[in-house]
């Protein structure tokens, strides 16, 4: 049976025409649904008892649930989420002074194999659905008033896979998660990651696309960064940085730049050198991350080369941040736990 979040809001209105109830049931379900966040058809408590037995008899509800979570001494949380077909993908919520980020996935597994991360050594098994990224929000932002009092503040794609692989139910659900008559989430709260395909940058950029876009860059070596990012072989960097500049010229955006810093691998002064001269083109933030080691071939950057290549870039007028690692001890990169679990 199909679940219900799969199908449109016009859709779930012919439903209700075709069960002779009124028409306004129709806008009733569909802010039950995305508004409210409802997950069963015994909370829509809007409508009657006869309405929500014809819902159970037409359509499911295909929800998520948190399956093992666990909490790091530095207070970031990490969910492994089983799906309606037991399929695994994690989300991490990840508490600063100000804000509460949830990351979210949006693939089970990933097809990309990047080097450096855990569920790129997982392999590919599905997309997901607009409304079990849905799901992963509206679980986490639970957690979040459960554990630090108050709603979700950020939401980045940055879980398990590569979300422009995966479009229209990104798409799908940053609507949801965005339109008035859904949660309401400003687009500036919402940040989409990609390791930068190209073609897809393009249609971000002619659909307006309006929630932040980072782009996991990792290196502006083109060997390098082939070798920790296979799928850079077919989205080379002078095509990533043609399609960046028509996307920053029609939405007038700035990019952020994901580098994370790998010991002996992306982490000398020449690679800032060729970093800060990939950013000339565009306005860019970059930021460093420290590379969460756990159980991976590659290592963290010791502090002095860290300090150096921030120093090297802010030398040249670029916006950066540096971004700790949080949740170590829990397994908290991408994939790490999904792995994990997979494994026992
Ligand atoms: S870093 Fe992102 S794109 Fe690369 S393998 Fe991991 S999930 Fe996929």
Redesign the pocket.
């Known amino acids: 049976m199909r679940d219900i979040r799969e199908i449109t809001i016009e859709q779930i209105s012919t439903w209700v025409a075709e069960q002779g109830e009124p028409a306004f049931r129709g806008k009733q379900i569909a802010e039950s649904l995305w508004k409210r966040g409802v997950r069963s058809f015994d909370e829509m408590s809007n409508l009657s008892l006869s309405s929500r037995k014809k819902l159970h008899e037409s359509f499911s509800f295909k929800t998520a649930t948190i399956e093992h979570e666990s909490r790091s001494k530095d207070q970031t949380a990490k969910f492994l989420f089983s799906l309606h077909d037991k399929k695994k993908v994690e989300g991490v919520l990840i508490p600063s002074r100000e804000r509460v980020t949830a990351c979210i996935s949006s693939?089970v597994g990933?097809?990309?194999?990047?080097r450096?991360?855990?569920?790129?050594n997982m392999g590919f098994t599905r997309n997901l659905q607009s409304h079990e990224i849905f799901d992963q929000y509206l679980l986490m932002n639970q957690k979040s008033r459960e554990y630090f009092g108050h709603d979700l503040s950020n939401l980045v794609f940055?879980?398990?896979?590569?979300p422009l692989l995966n479009y229209e139910a990104v798409m799908g659900a940053i609507h949801y998660l965005t339109a008035p008559r859904g949660i309401g989430l400003s687009h500036s709260r919402i940040t989409l990651?990609?390791?930068g395909i190209v073609k897809e940058i393009y249609r971000l950029a002619d659909e307006n696309f309006r929630a932040g876009l980072a782009v996991?860059l990792h290196s502006a070596d083109e060997r390098i960064r082939q070798h920790l990012?296979p799928?850079s072989k077919t989205n080379p960097l002078p095509e990533l940085q043609t399609a960046l500049q028509y996307y920053v010229q029609k939405t007038n955006a700035r990019i952020t730049f994901e580098y994370v810093l790998l010991h002996q691998v992306n982490d000398s002064l020449q690679d800032a050198a060729k970093l800060a001269h990939f950013c000339k083109s565009f306005p860019v933030k970059i930021n460093i991350l420290e590379y969460n080691e756990t159980g991976s071939l590659f290592k963290s950057s010791p502090k002095h080369k860290r300090d150096d290549f921030l120093n090297f870039l802010m030398d040249k007028n670029l916006i950066v941040q540096s971004r700790r690692k949080k949740g170590e001890d829990i397994d908290a990169a991408?994939?790490q736990l999904a792995t994990r679990e997979t494994e026992k």
């Open positions: 693939q990933c097809p990309l194999g990047c450096f991360c855990a569920t790129g940055m879980g398990m896979g590569e990651s990609t390791v996991s990012i799928a991408c994939g």
